[in-house]
C-alpha cells in the first residue's frame, strides 16, 4: 500500500494530542542506548503474552482494534455518495479524483499531521519491502525503487542491533504486533563517492507501530507506522515557546481568525480591557474601538489577511472601559499560516504610546517653540523701520503660534520723542501700526470694534490691556461669550526697561488655549521684536539728524550762475541705510566765471555729513581765494588729511612719517571732481580727486566721457593734481555726478555708466527735464548710497556784452579809461551807473599805473550784473588799509568797497587782475552816492 490515509480531525490546539506527549514521554524515557532495551522488553513482553493462553484474548482485541481502525480508514478514504467531496475529508477535483499530490490535503484549519513527519511501508512474507509510500521516501530519503527488496533490519538497523532485530522481525512475522523506539541509519546512497558527506548515510531516531497483516495468498505480512522522534521533540519546544511568548507577553497578544473575530487573547489584553481571557473569545474590534476608528482597523485586517503584507506601528486610538481618557496604541498585524500553508488568521500584537505620545507632543511643543524662535532672531530687526519690524513679528507668529495678532506702538514713539510717553495708568496714545489675521477679515467678531491699522487710540485704564503696559507683564484677556476669539495675551513690548508697545495674541476656538510656556514664548517674541523695534527709533533719530545736517550744507535752492543755465537734484539713501557724504556745489567766481564741484566722503553716517561738511566750507574758502582747480584740490587733501587728527594738517603729517602699530586717528578719504568756467571764453578748466569723469554732450553729438585724469582721492597725499581745459561750444551740456547714480548691487559700475551715457539723449530739451529723465532711466531707487546730479547748459556771454581795452602805461589811460567806460555803459542803457563807473575805474588804473608793471587792460562785463576788471603783469597785489585823518593818500581802495557791491584780485597768469563789481539798477535797490562815500572817508 502506498500510504494510509490520516483522518482530519479539528483541534484547536496541536499541543492537546496525545500522541505527541507521549512520544516526547518516550524520547524523554528512552535516550540512546535505551532505545534497545526498551525493544527487547517489548519483545520479551510479547512472547509471553503470545505463549501464555490467556493472550489469545488480547491478541484478538488487537486485531479487532487494528480492524477497527482500518475500517476507520477506509471511511475516511471513502466517503458515502452523500458527502461532499470537498468537506472535511479533503479537497478533491469535480470529477472526484484526488488532486496531483500523492498526499491528500487537510481541511481547515489543517491537521496534525501537517506538523508531524508520520510515513508507512509494509513487510512481505519473505521479511523485505514490498510497498514503500512517499513520506517514508521524505523521511528516510530513499526512493520506492530502491527501498522495495531491501531487508529494513540489514538496510536501516545499526550492525550491533541487528541480531536482535530479526529476532523481533521473526516474531512480526508470525503474527505479533510492536511498537517501540528504533535508532536508524540511513543506508549510503548508491552513486555516494567514499569519504563523501552521504557515504555513511543519515542517523535518526523513529517510534515504530508494526502491525501483522495476510497476504492474497495466506501468507504472514506487515504494515510498518513510522513517527519521526526528533521533529516530535522540535514540535513540544514549539508549542511551549509558543505558550511562554503568548502567555507571557508584556504586550497585548491577540489571534484573530479568518472571520475577524478574536480567537485567542493573552493575559495582558484581558488585564487592559477587562475580564477573563475567554471573555474576548468572539469578539470584534468594534467591541473595542469606536465606529470610525474601527472601520478604519477592519479594512486594514482584510488587506492583510488577503495579501500578507505585514503592518507595523499602526496607530490606533481608543478608550478603556470605565475611563474617559484617550488612549494610543501602536499594533503590529501579520497574517499566521497552517502546517499546509493556509492562512488561518491574523496575530495583533499591540503596545500601549499613550504616555510616549505625550511626552512626543511636548518634545514637539518644545522644537517648535525653538524653530519659532529661531525664525523671530533671522526675520525680525533685518529692516530699521518701525512699522516693517512690527509686521516682521508677526508674520513670524501668524499662523504658527497664534491665529490673530496686532501691534501697538505709543504714538510719541513714532513721532520721535526722545523716550515714548509712558503714562503711569497705561492709557497713553498708541498707533496701531501692524494686524495679521490667519482666518478671517473680521478679527474681533463678537468683540469690540477693531482698531484699523494707522488708527491711534488708548486703552480705557481698568482694561487688561492698560494693566499690561502699567506693570510691564503679560496678561491675560478673557473670550467674550459668541465671539470667534477663545483666549488672547496682552504682553507689553519691553526693550532696555522701557515699554514701547504692546502685542496682543489671539487664538481662535478650536484651537489649544495658551499655556505657561506659551506665555514664556510670547513674552521672549515680544521683547526680541521691542529691543529691534527701539534699534529702529535710535537709528531713525540719528537718521533725520544726519539727513538735516546734510541737507542744510547743501546748496539752497536752485543755483545760478553766470553764463550757465543750472539744473541739481539730490537723493538720499533709504532709511535701512544711513546718510552718506556726498555734496554738490556751484560757487561764483569774479569775471562772471563759475565754480562747478562734486564730491563724496566715503563712508557714511554722522562722521560723513560732518567730513562733508567740512570739506565743502574748504572748498568754498579755497574758491573765493581765485586759486586754480589743481591748486584747491591740493588744499583740499591737506585739509582731508588733518580731519582726523587732533593737531591738524601737520601733525598727521608727521605722524604719516612714524611707523605705528596701530592707527588711533580716523581716516578721511573723498573723491571730488572742481571745475571753473569763464563764460566770456566758454572755456572749462577740470582737477579731478579720484572722482568719476565728467561727461559732455555737445549739440548734434552723442555724449561722451572726459579724459580727465583721476589723480589720487582727498585725504591719500603724496601725489600733485593736474588740470585739464577744454573749450565747450554753445548749448553743450556738462554732467557731474556721484557714484550712487551709476552703480548698485544689481548694476555694475562700467553698466551704470553706459546707462547714463545712453540717457542723454536729447540735451536741447529744458534741463529739468533732462534730470528727470535720467533719473527715471536709471536705477536710481535702489536707496543703497546717496546720489547726486549737477548738470549745466552753456550760455556763453556775448559779444556785445563785453568791453575789452587795452591802455599804454601813461598817465593818458587814466582818462581814457573813463572815456570808454562812459561810452559803453551808455551803449547798455546803464547812464546811472556812468558816474561811479568812471570814479571805481580811475582808482584802479592809477593804481596800476603806479604799482603795477606792463599795459594795462580793461574789461568790463555785463550779464546779471557788471563787472570791471584791470589788468596789469605786476605780482604784487593790492592791500587795502585805513588812512589815517592826515593822510593825503590810502583811501582808494576804502573808496571801491564802499561805492561797490564786491571787489578784490586774483593772480594770472601774466599777472594780477583787480575787479569790482556793481549790481544793475532794477528801480528797487537804490545806487550809493558817490559824494557820500567821499565825505564818509573823512
Not at 497585548?252 to 493573552?266: P, S, Y
Amino acid at each position: 500500500m502506498s500510504e494510509i490515509p490520516a483522518k482530519a480531525t479539528e483541534s484547536e490546539d496541536p499541543s492537546d494530542g496525545a500522541r505527541a506527549d507521549e512520544a516526547g514521554d518516550v524520547a524523554r524515557a528512552v535516550p540512546g542506548d535505551t532505545a534497545d532495551a526498551t525493544a527487547e522488553t517489548a519483545t520479551d513482553h510479547a512472547s509471553d503474552a503470545t505463549a501464555d493462553h490467556a493472550s489469545d484474548g488480547a491478541a484478538e482485541a488487537t486485531a479487532d482494534h487494528a480492524a477497527d481502525d482500518d475500517r476507520d480508514y477506509a471511511d475516511a478514504a471513502a466517503p458515502g455518495p452523500d458527502v461532499d467531496r470537498t468537506g472535511e475529508t479533503g479537497e478533491m477535483g469535480e470529477a472526484g479524483e484526488l488532486p496531483g499530490d500523492a498526499m491528500w490535503q487537510s481541511s481547515p484549519p489543517g491537521s496534525i499531521y501537517d506538523y508531524i513527519k508520520a510515513a508507512s511501508f509494509s513487510i512481505g512474507a519473505d521479511g523485505l519491502v514490498d510497498q514503500w509510500s512517499l513520506r517514508a521516501e521524505q523521511i528516510f530519503g530513499i526512493p520506492a525503487e530502491r527501498a522495495v527488496g531491501m531487508d529494513p533490519i540489514e538496510a536501516f538497523v545499526p550492525a550491533d542491533r541487528r541480531e536482535s532485530g530479526q529476532r523481533k522481525m521473526a516474531e512480526i512475522l508470525d503474527g505479533r504486533e510492536w511498537t517501540g523506539l528504533v535508532p536508524f541509519r540511513t543506508p549510503a546512497a548508491e552513486d555516494a563517492d567514499e569519504g563523501s558527506e552521504d557515504s555513511g548515510g543519515r542517523e535518526g531516531l523513529a517510534e515504530v507501530y508494526v502491525m501483522p497483516t495476510t497476504t492474497e495468498h495466506g501468507e504472514r505480512a506487515a504494515v510498518c507506522i513510522v513517527v519521526d522522534v526528533r521533529t516530535l521533540r522540535t514540535i513540544e519546544t514549539d508549542l511551549a515557546a509558543s505558550q511562554a511568548i503568548f502567555g507571557q507577553s508584556p504586550f497585548g497578544f491577540l489571534l484573530i481568525d479568518t472571520d475577524l473575530q478574536v480567537r485567542r487573547a493573552n493575559q495582558r489584553f484581558a488585564s487592559i480591557f477587562g475580564g477573563t481571557v475567554d471573555d474576548h473569545r468572539g469578539k470584534g474590534v468594534h467591541d473595542y474601538l469606536p465606529h470610525a476608528e474601527a472601520e478604519r482597523v477592519t479594512a486594514v485586517l482584510r488587506r492583510v489577511l488577503e495579501t500578507g503584507d505585514s503592518i507595523t506601528d499602526m496607530h490606533v486610538t481608543g478608550q478603556v472601559p470605565g475611563s474617559d481618557e484617550r488612549r494610543h496604541w501602536s499594533i503590529n498585524l501579520y497574517r499566521v499560516h497552517s502546517g499546509s500553508g493556509r492562512p488561518i488568521g491574523i496575530a495583533w500584537l499591540g503596545t500601549d504610546i499613550t504616555s510616549r505620545r505625550a511626552a512626543a507632543r511636548e518634545a514637539a511643543a518644545a522644537r517648535r517653540n525653538l524653530a519659532l524662535l529661531n525664525e523671530a532672531g533671522a526675520r525680525i530687526g533685518n529692516s530699521l523701520d518701525l512699522e516693517t519690524t512690527a509686521r516682521e513679528l508677526l508674520d513670524v507668529v501668524v499662523p504658527g503660534f497664534c491665529d490673530l495678532a496686532t501691534v501697538d506702538l505709543y504714538q510719541g514713539l513714532l513721532a520721535g520723542d526722545e523716550t515714548p510717553p509712558g503714562l503711569a495708568d497705561g492709557s497713553a496714545e498708541l498707533r496701531r501700526v501692524a494686524f495679521a489675521s490667519a482666518v478671517s477679515d473680521a478679527p474681533f467678531a463678537g468683540g469690540p470694534a477693531p482698531v484699523a491699522v494707522g488708527a491711534v487710540h488708548h486703552f480705557p485704564f481698568n482694561s487688561p490691556c492698560a494693566d499690561a503696559l502699567r506693570t510691564a507683564r503679560p496678561q491675560q484677556i478673557p473670550a467674550d461669550d459668541g465671539g470667534l476669539i477663545q483666549s488672547t495675551l496682552a504682553v507689553p513690548m519691553v526693550a532696555h526697561d522701557t515699554v514701547v508697545g504692546l502685542a496682543q495674541f489671539s487664538r481662535t476656538k478650536g484651537s489649544e488655549p495658551f499655556g505657561e510656556r506659551d506665555r514664556a514664548l510670547a513674552v521672549e517674541l515680544a521683547a526680541r521684536a521691542a529691543v529691534c523695534i527701539d534699534n529702529a527709533r535710535l537709528y531713525r533719530r540719528e537718521h533725520e539728524r544726519a539727513l538735516i545736517l546734510q541737507r542744510s550744507l547743501l546748496p539752497p535752492g536752485d543755483p545760478e550762475a553766470s553764463g550757465l543755465d543750472i539744473a541739481c537734484r539730490y537723493l538720499p539713501g533709504n532709511a535701512a541705510t544711513e546718510v552718506g557724504g556726498d555734496w554738490f556745489d556751484v560757487i561764483e567766481l569774479p569775471g562772471h566765471r563759475t565754480a562747478l564741484v562734486v564730491g563724496d566722503v566715503m563712508g557714511r553716517g554722522l562722521r560723513a555729513a560732518v567730513a562733508m561738511g567740512e570739506l565743502r566750507t574748504a572748498v568754498r574758502t579755497l574758491a573765493l581765494l581765485d586759486l586754480e582747480p589743481a591748486e584747491v584740490l591740493s588744499a583740499l587733501d591737506e585739509i582731508a588729511r588733518g580731519l582726523g587728527t587732533p593737531g591738524g594738517v601737520q601733525q598727521a603729517t608727521r605722524t604719516a612719517r612714524q611707523p605705528r602699530d596701530a592707527d588711533l586717528s580716523e581716516v578721511y578719504l573723498a573723491t571730488c571732481v572742481y571745475a571753473v568756467y569763464d563764460s566770456v571764453t566758454r572755456r572749462c578748466t577740470f582737477a579731478n580727486a579720484g572722482h568719476l569723469p565728467p561727461v559732455l554732450v555737445e549739440p548734434g553729438e552723442t555724449a561722451l566721457m572726459l579724459d580727465v585724469p583721476p589723480g589720487m582721492p582727498l585725504g591719500v597725499g603724496g601725489e600733485p593734481f593736474e588740470e585739464v581745459e577744454v573749450e565747450l561750444p554753445e548749448g553743450a551740456l556738462l554732467a557731474l555726478y556721484t557714484d550712487g547714480l551709476v552703480e548698485s548691487r544689481d548694476h555694475p559700475l562700467d553698466e551704470g555708466l553706459q546707462a547714463f551715457v545712453g540717457a542723454l539723449t536729447d540735451p536741447s530739451r529744458p534741463l529739468e527735464d533732462v534730470c528727470d529723465h535720467v533719473l527715471n532711466t536709471l536705477d536710481t531707487h535702489h536707496g543703497e548710497d546717496d546720489i547726486a546730479l549737477l548738470m549745466a547748459r552753456v550760455q556763453g556771454l556775448p559779444a556785445e556784452s563785453v568791453g575789452d581795452w587795452t591802455l599804454p602805461r601813461e598817465p593818458r589811460s587814466v582818462g581814457r579809461a573813463r572815456e570808454y567806460t562812459r561810452a559803453q555803459l551808455v551803449a547798455w542803457d546803464l547812464e546811472p551807473l556812468v558816474d561811479t563807473t568812471e570814479l571805481l575805474v580811475s582808482e584802479l588804473v592809477t593804481n596800476a599805473l603806479r604799482y603795477g608793471e606792463g599795459e594795462i587792460r580793461l574789461r568790463l562785463l555785463l550779464d546779471r550784473t557788471l563787472v570791471c576788471e584791470v589788468w596789469d603783469a605786476g605780482l604784487v597785489q593790492p592791500r587795502r588799509r585805513r588812512a589815517r585823518d592826515t593822510d593825503e593818500g590810502g583811501r582808494g581802495l576804502q573808496l571801491v568797497g564802499l561805492l561797490s557791491a564786491g571787489w578784490g584780485s586774483r593772480r594770472t597768469p601774466r599777472g594780477k587782475t583787480v575787479w569790482f563789481e556793481l549790481p544793475l539798477p532794477d528801480g528797487e535797490t537804490g545806487l550809493t552816492d558817490p559824494a557820500e562815500a567821499l565825505l564818509s572817508l573823512f
